[in-house]
């Protein structure tokens, strides 16, 4: 009842909302960093399937979890960012 | 077989203490032999929680470093048949007892009884890996706050990271008031976000603060609201199957709290 009232008179989100949205990022971050074997694992795992096609640096290899805007610009959503140098692509794969 | 139980939270302040003095009641009422042990060395509460502070004569680093007998520093509690408190030390830090102690203690206290329940001090540091070393489960406690809410999943985390299987969420403090207007995070929404099961939620209750102050655990209490959801999660920590109150059922709930308190319906 109350929420609908509010979405007639165009009030905004009830906080709830934001504290629930607030923690689901932040908490994105505290979970990568409680274990920091995480992004290491996924590293290791990059590279396998990486070296099947290229050699990469993999000492210069960088890998964060780190927000940006939705593709509507509406939100801000998790993403997952990798700098991975190249040194050469194998022709055939494998 | 016995159990050995941590109720920890990460935050200070979300309520550990009370759920611990109220769960160990309950488990004692419900004729399980039950000890809980203060593991929040320097700034002890449990004992006046439980309003057995005038009964200390030996505490937990007194067992650990073996100036007493573990039945010496076991304080009976003269209304509950079967339950007993290890208080902490209060001039001591948090250095002065260590995880594989904590683990011979316990080892010692199954024997005894069927359960531990160890009352965590807030923080990730020594204290919680004391209180954490020699738990079969543990009970997370948080308030329906981004804060609260932050640590309580950080403490899931390091849990799992130091085995400490299948850990339960205990939703404290909340109020529906607030949720069904959209100002307070629901039970749903937390769990939503932490993604472990429900063994409680103890709705906000002024008689916790007057039980406090008498120092005689709300449980005992069968007009407190909270009281009642303190039995439920003690049976269900007992394997039994129990519904949760009912806190969305709109007017009903806010009604018969409105009531309870006297309050006139505006």
Do not use: W
Request: net charge neutral; charged share 30%.
């Amino acid at each position: 009842m109350l929420l609908d009232l509010r979405k007639i008179f165009g009030r905004s989100k009830s906080s709830k909302d934001v504290a629930k949205e607030r923690l689901k990022l932040v908490l994105i971050h505290d979970r990568a960093n409680v274990s920091p074997q995480f992004l290491e694992m996924l590293k290791s795992e990059i590279i396998k399937v990486i070296t099947n096609y290229m050699d990469v640096d993999e000492s210069a290899l960088e890998i964060q979890l780190t927000k940006t805007r939705s593709d509507d610009g509406q939100s801000v959503v998790p993403a997952l960012y990798a700098n991975i140098p190249i040194k050469n692509i194998r022709k055939s794969g494998k | 077989m016995s159990e050995v139980i941590v109720i920890t939270s990460g935050k200070g302040g979300v309520g550990k203490t009370t759920s611990t003095a109220n769960i160990g009641t309950g488990l004692a009422l419900s004729g399980s032999k039950t000890v809980l042990i203060d593991t929040d060395i320097g700034l002890r509460n449990l004992d006046v929680v439980m309003g057995l502070e005038n009964r200390i004569v030996y505490d937990l680093v007194d067992v650990v470093e073996g100036n007493c007998r573990v039945k010496q520093a076991l304080i009976k509690d003269k209304r509950f048949d079967g339950l007993y408190l290890i208080p902490a030390a209060q001039t001591r830090d948090k250095t002065a007892v260590k995880p594989e102690q904590m683990i011979r203690l316990c080892d010692e206290l199954r024997e005894e009884f069927d359960y531990v329940l160890i009352d965590c001090p807030a923080g990730i540091e020594q204290g919680f890996r004391n209180a954490i070393a020699a738990a079969d489960r543990a009970i997370v406690v948080t308030t329906p706050e981004v804060s609260a809410v932050r640590d309580a999943d950080r403490i899931i985390g390091l849990l799992e990271a130091n085995e400490v299987r299948n850990p339960k969420l205990l939703i404290n403090r909340l109020r529906a008031d607030m949720v069904k207007r959209g100002d307070m995070m629901s039970i749903d929404d937390i769990i939503d976000i932490l993604a472990i099961g429900l063994i409680g939620v103890i709705p906000d209750d002024e008689k916790i603060v007057v039980s406090t102050n008498r120092g005689e655990p709300a449980i005992c209490d069968s007009k407190s609201l909270a009281g009642q959801a303190f039995r439920n999660v003690v049976r269900r920590i007992k394997g039994e199957e129990v519904p949760f109150m009912s806190f969305s059922e709109d007017q009903g709930f806010v009604m018969k709290l409105k009531k309870l308190f006297g309050l006139k319906a505006n």
